[in-house]
Antibody, heavy 119, light 110 residues
Framework: EVQLVESGGGLVQPGGSLRLSCVDS????????MTWVRQAPGKGLEWVAI????????YYVDSVKGRFTISRDNSKNSLYLQMNSLRAEDTAVYYC????????????WGQGTLVTVSS | QSVLTQPPSASGTPGQRVTISCSGS????????VNWYQHLPGTAPKLLMY???QRPSGVPDRISGSKSGTSASLAISGLQSEDEADYYC???????????FGGGTKLTVL
């Protein structure tokens, strides 16, 4: 059974940093792209970042470029999101998801972790 | 303002057929396949349709997807109360070099 479990969310002040983790099981982690998606309160889903199988390639939504870094450790079946210079508008539930092999679909999702940026 | 445009709401009575549209451009839907997600508040989003019209295992065949040009649509027939949720379309955008989501459509079963 595929499982993705996020952790690391919490309350942080504007300008602060936070590192999210996503531990995965039930599939060959090193064979798939992985991604982060967020949902701000009362808003829709927003894609944040994506990384290829070996960590050599990544893409970001413009609003987080230069502030967030996606990474992975295939030996630990883990995906990470380092978030720096956090802003109030980064407040959201952050989901990690596995990317399927066809057409950039996100076929399995975690339950999400809440990040609140507030003073 | 989302790159992909969806109606904010849709509704139907049990047993009816409902269609949700998703409009984009040549850099996203026009040149890539479309995926659809179902999201209930407080739960993990669920992949409902991928590669325009492919159903993942476990998704009933009363749910279908299609794409034409720079638009896509999701159809749900035999509407059931359990279908009440938020629905999102998504695809890769070659100009933005990233995945884009629609703004979401809240489906209400009356």
């Amino acid at each position: 059974e595929v499982q993705l479990v996020e952790s690391g969310g919490g309350l942080v002040q504007p300008g602060g940093s936070l590192r999210l983790s996503c531990v995965d099981s039930g599939f060959t982690f090193s064979s798939f792209w992985m991604t982060w998606v967020r949902q701000a309160p009362g808003k829709g889903l927003e894609w944040v970042a994506i990384m290829n199988e070996d960590g050599g390639g990544q893409y970001y939504v413009d609003s987080v470029k230069g502030r967030f870094t996606i990474s992975r450790d295939n030996s630990k079946n883990s995906l990470y999101l380092q978030m720096n210079s956090l802003r109030a508008e980064d407040t959201a539930v952050y989901y990690c998801a596995k990317v399927g092999k066809l057409g950039w679909n996100f076929d399995y999702w975690g339950q999400g972790t809440l990040v609140t940026v507030s003073s | 303002q989302s790159v992909l445009t969806q109606p904010p709401s849709a509704s139907g009575t049990p047993g009816q057929r409902v269609t949700i549209s998703c409009s984009g451009s040549s850099s996203n839907i026009g040149s890539n396949t479309v995926n659809w997600y179902q999201h209930l508040p407080g739960t993990a989003p669920k992949l409902l349709m991928y590669y325009n019209d492919q159903r993942p295992s476990g998704v009933p065949d009363r749910i279908s997807g299609s794409k034409s040009g720079t638009s896509a649509s999701l159809a749900i027939s035999g509407l059931q109360s359990e279908d009440e949720a938020d629905y999102y379309c998504a695809t890769w955008d070659g100009s933005l070099n990233g995945v884009v989501f629609g703004g979401g459509t809240k489906l209400t079963v009356l």
